[in-house]
């Protein structure tokens, strides 16, 4: 993201939070809650899984007009956990399952991974 929105990397957390926010840009977790032992997603107990309150973030924030997953675990949670919760006004945001950044996910160079994100820029450009 830093490098699709020209940000500083090297700003801590929370300001680069800000900066994505000044962007427009909303980073929410699909789970709000789960048992995962280690640190890779394959490894989430599915029955664990407490989503997070998306009916409240687009309530909130009306003019979200797509998602993007990073990566196929948050795409596959949001579609079975998330999705069939929605109101139907919701139903019509736009989703895209993007190549996860994590370094597990070796299967892409970075450079074609930074190509596949750049909707994301392509997508705050159009509005």
Not at 26 to 31: G, K, P, R, S, T
Not at 69 to 89: I, S, T
Request: charged residues 25%; neutral net charge.
């Amino acid at each position: 993201m830093a490098e699709l929105l020209d940000l500083d990397s090297g700003l801590e957390y929370e300001q680069r939070l800000a900066r994505l926010r000044e962007n427009h840009v909303a980073l929410w977790d699909v789970a709000y809650q789960c048992i995962r032992p280690g640190s890779m997603d394959h490894a989430i107990k599915l029955e664990s899984v407490v989503a997070n309150d998306f009916v409240s973030l687009f309530n909130a924030h009306r003019h979200i007009c797509a998602i993007f997953f990073n990566g196929r675990k948050a795409e596959e949670l949001f579609r079975k956990l998330v999705q069939p919760e929605l109101p139907e006004k919701y139903q019509h945001i736009k989703q895209h399952l993007l190549p996860s950044t994590s370094p597990a996910h070796a299967g892409l160079s970075r450079t074609q991974k930074l190509e596949a994100w750049k909707i994301v820029s392509q997508t705050l450009e159009n509005g």
